[in-house]
């Protein structure tokens, strides 16, 4: 089964900072990646997919890069709204969340 | 607008079962495979199962099969979850989702359902 990982497990930072995760599977996907936003007690959101596409209406300080094992997500200007966990997860052979990252303001 | 109203949830005792029902509305039901996501008290997201739009398709995470069974009532925009034989680690939050690549990628969620297997 392939595996995915994120880093860092959490993190603090300022409003306005640039902010980045990243996120590793254990076997080359291609661009199946998908990121999610969970804000505290709600329900994750789809933000990207195929590893760089903005789903209709997330802010565009939100994007995503990379392909087969390495991906990232950047939030070029962190805004208070954007404190939640984020997980990074595969769609292709079976749907494989990360641990995800807990994203807070300094 | 997308709705997905999860309910059936509630405090069982290990071993029992328990039915989850998902209301849809906002969108053609049958036109789209459907998924149930669970997340554990703190943890993290992991998906269960999934079934495709006229349910000749189902698949399951290792953990559930031959206990958990997802179902699906286009005439009544529904997808339901069987669950038998639970276990305390089947205690948490259960997300009703829409999907879609082949139902792996989840782009609608339900607001959850708690379920809490304790005796």
């Known amino acids: 089964d392939i595996q995915m990982t994120q880093s860092p497990s959490s993190l603090s930072a300022s409003v306005g900072d640039r902010v980045t995760i990243t996120c590793r599977a254990s076997q080359a996907i291609r661009d199946y990646l998908a990121w999610y936003q969970q804000k505290p007690g709600k329900a994750p959101q789809l933000l990207i997919y195929a590893a760089s596409a903005l789903q209709s209406g997330v802010p565009s300080r939100f994007s995503g890069s990379g392909s087969e094992t390495d991906f990232t997500l950047t939030i070029s200007s962190l805004q208070p709204e954007d404190v939640a966990t984020y997980y990074c997860q595969k769609y292709h052979s079976g749907p494989t969340f990360g641990q995800g990252t807990k994203v807070e303001i300094k | 607008e997308v709705q997905l109203v999860e309910s059936g949830g509630g405090l069982v005792q290990p071993g029992g079962s328990l039915r989850l029902s998902c209301a849809a509305s906002g969108f053609t039901f049958s036109g789209y495979w459907m998924s149930w996501v669970r997340q554990a008290p703190g943890k993290g997201l992991e998906w269960v199962a999934n079934?495709?739009?006229?349910?000749?398709?189902?698949n399951y995470v290792d953990s559930v099969k031959g206990r958990f069974t997802i179902s699906r009532d286009n005439a009544k925009n529904s997808v339901y979850l069987q669950m038998n034989s639970l276990r305390v680690e089947d205690t948490a939050v259960f997300y009703c989702v829409r999907a879609v690549w082949f139902g792996e990628l989840f782009d609608y969620w339900g607001q959850g359902i708690p379920v809490t297997v304790s005796s």
């Open positions: 079934i495709k739009q006229d349910g000749s398709e189902k």
